[in-house]
């Protein structure tokens, strides 16, 4: 007996994927900066370009995929995500990232938005093999509304925090410091409102 299509839930399944592919290349490109801007040593530099690469190339990924409205390129890109994955593992597993401050906390939540892209993209793939490509039907728009909004959440929740321990993340002044007096946070020379003194 043939398995039964659903195409809401293989939509909503192919975003989970892209989003998560996406958040996952911004967080991989704030490890970049942190490496690249306090580059040190040469193996800083190389985890730093390694890192870029892959933020671009995974962000390429989930645009092209989006647009597409399909997995794209899954024979190279599941190989890549599990590259990645075990990179970040090799990272967490070996300390190295350890003096780096919070940077741990970045490719723990890299990890996370890799193996999340990984699950819904092998999912997806056993669904197409089973159900002739998947060609029937279109999903409910209410629906696929809903559950898009849930996988951008449930990707958001993950992401936040290693954006957040990233380098950026760490010399990002506070959204309730904006405007504020010399004595509670904004720069010497400026007032509240932005205006220089005289």
């Known amino acids: 007996m043939a398995a039964k299509y659903h195409p809401t839930l293989n939509a909503t399944a192919l975003l989970f994927v892209y989003f998560a592919a996406m958040a996952g290349a911004i967080v991989e490109l704030s490890i970049a900066a942190g490496y690249l801007t306090e580059a040190g040593a040469p193996g800083m530099v190389f985890a730093g370009v390694v890192a870029l690469a892959a933020g671009l190339a995974f962000l390429a990924w989930s645009l092209w995929g989006l647009h597409r409205n399909s997995l794209v390129l899954r024979r190279l890109a599941f190989p890549a995500l599990l590259v990645?994955?075990?990179?970040?593992?090799?990272?967490?597993?070996?300390?190295?990232?350890a003096s780096e401050g919070s940077l741990g906390v970045s490719h723990l939540v890299a990890l996370g938005l890799t193996l999340m892209a990984l699950g819904g993209?092998?999912?997806l793939g056993r669904q197409?093999?089973?159900?002739?490509?998947?060609a029937h039907g279109l999903p409910r728009t209410g629906r696929l509304l809903a559950a898009a909004f849930g996988a951008a959440v449930v990707v958001a929740s993950v992401a936040t925090p290693g954006?957040?321990?990233?380098?950026?993340?760490?010399?990002?002044?506070?959204?309730?410091?904006?405007?504020?007096?010399?004595?509670?946070?904004?720069?010497?020379?400026?007032?509240?409102?932005?205006?220089?003194?005289?």
């Open 84 to 97: 990645a994955a075990a990179a970040h593992i090799t990272v967490l597993a070996g300390g190295l990232a």
């Open 163 to 198: 954006l957040a321990a990233s380098m950026a993340g760490q010399h990002a002044v506070p959204h309730g410091e904006h405007g504020l007096a010399p004595s509670e946070g904004t720069p010497p020379g400026l007032v509240p409102g932005g205006h220089h003194q005289k």
């Open 121 to 123: 993209g092998g999912w």
């Open 128 to 134: 197409q093999k089973t159900n002739d490509g998947g």
